[in-house]
């Protein structure tokens, strides 16, 4: 992969410096090992404003894409040890990790994992993290000139930078809310506004069909109470199925879903969540959605991540749309 044009906002306690990405990193490593000082807010901002206005070089830079490097002492840096995770349920044992160290909500938390094994210790989930509201105030000043902003370590950039794919890296090394799966959410909605379009033109054709083609009957009360009586329940069900796939769109975000099928009596979800919640929250949709007949099958269990972890497991969720 290509890396695109970036800079590097290096902070240390006295001082933020814009750099080119082929700068010389090896010095701020030495310099963090000595410099242990993490800024109050109010000194964060002034380092951000000589930052912004001693050079004019450095806004001209910020035009590109921007990585905002931190030492690492200035993040929660946890190295968990653990079994290997399968890829889906990676994030959401680095984000209940992240949540324990360092007592924020996991909804207000920004956070980076990998998984590595040592030869001889094992398989360790590396997990780097802090507030959300401390990732914004690093970040925040350089938004308003720069493509994109991302923040992560020394220890980070200097994997990535070792890499053969940087950018890659990058991508994966950056800390962010947790927020899964946003592309394939999109694609999702696609679809499934495509079905419902589809859905729509093949009723709309049925009707045509049975007003213009079929052989002109005598119109009897009879006849249009039949009538209505076979097109009532095709309209009701679009209704409900538009409903279904609100709540699909709308899933909390410690809820991964995978797929997503539909018809005119049935919806089906597949997803990966904590049992609990997934429990708690059909018991709740059904008394929401009285009409709806719900049903759940366990697919698969995935081993817990740490002790006292909420079971996770995938799911098969089954609707009868009832007209």
């Not at 410099?35 to 001209?60: F, H, N, V, W, Y």
């Not at 020394?154 to 809310?177: G, M, N």
Request: glycine share 2%; charged share 20%.
């Amino acid at each position: 992969m290509l890396t695109p044009l970036y800079c590097v906002a290096l902070y240390s306690s006295t001082q933020c410096l814009i750099h080119p990405k082929n700068f010389n990193f090896e010095g701020a490593l030495e310099t963090q090992e000595s410099d242990l000082q993490i800024p109050s807010d109010e000194q964060l901002k002034a380092l951000q404003a000589r930052c912004l206005t001693d050079s004019g070089k450095a806004k001209k830079a910020l035009k590109k894409r921007l990585i905002v490097l931190v030492p690492d002492h200035w993040l929660t840096v946890i190295d968990h040890k653990i079994e290997k995770l399968p890829k889906d349920v990676a994030p959401l044992a680095a984000l209940s990790i992240a949540a324990e160290n360092i007592f924020v909500p996991p909804d207000q938390i920004s956070f980076a994992y990998r998984q590595q094994k040592h030869p001889e210790k094992g398989n360790f989930l590396k997990v780097f993290a802090c507030p959300t509201r401390w990732c914004e105030l690093l970040c925040e000043p350089f938004r308003g000139y720069s493509q994109s902003v991302w923040l992560m370590s020394y220890w980070q950039y200097q994997q990535a930078v070792k890499s053969a794919t940087p950018w890659r890296w990058f991508h994966r090394f950056k800390l962010v809310p947790y927020n899964p799966e946003l592309e394939k959410r999109r694609q999702l909605k696609v679809k499934l506004y495509c079905l419902l379009g589809l859905s729509l033109v093949l009723h709309l054709l049925g009707w045509i069909g049975l007003n213009w083609i079929t052989p002109v009957q005598v119109v009897t009360t009879s006849n249009i109470q039949e009538t209505q009586a076979e097109i009532a329940p095709p309209a009701n069900n679009m209704q409900q199925l538009a409903s279904f796939v609100v709540f699909a769109q709308h899933l909390p975000q410690a809820m991964r879903l995978q797929t997503f099928e539909a018809d005119s009596q049935y919806a089906y979800l597949k997803l990966t969540a904590p049992l609990a919640r997934l429990q708690a929250l059909i018991k709740t949709k059904a008394a929401e959605f009285p009409q709806w007949e719900w049903g759940m099958e366990l697919l698969h269990s995935h081993p817990p991540a740490y002790p006292n972890q909420q079971e996770v497991v995938d799911a098969k969720i089954t609707v009868k749309l009832i007209p």
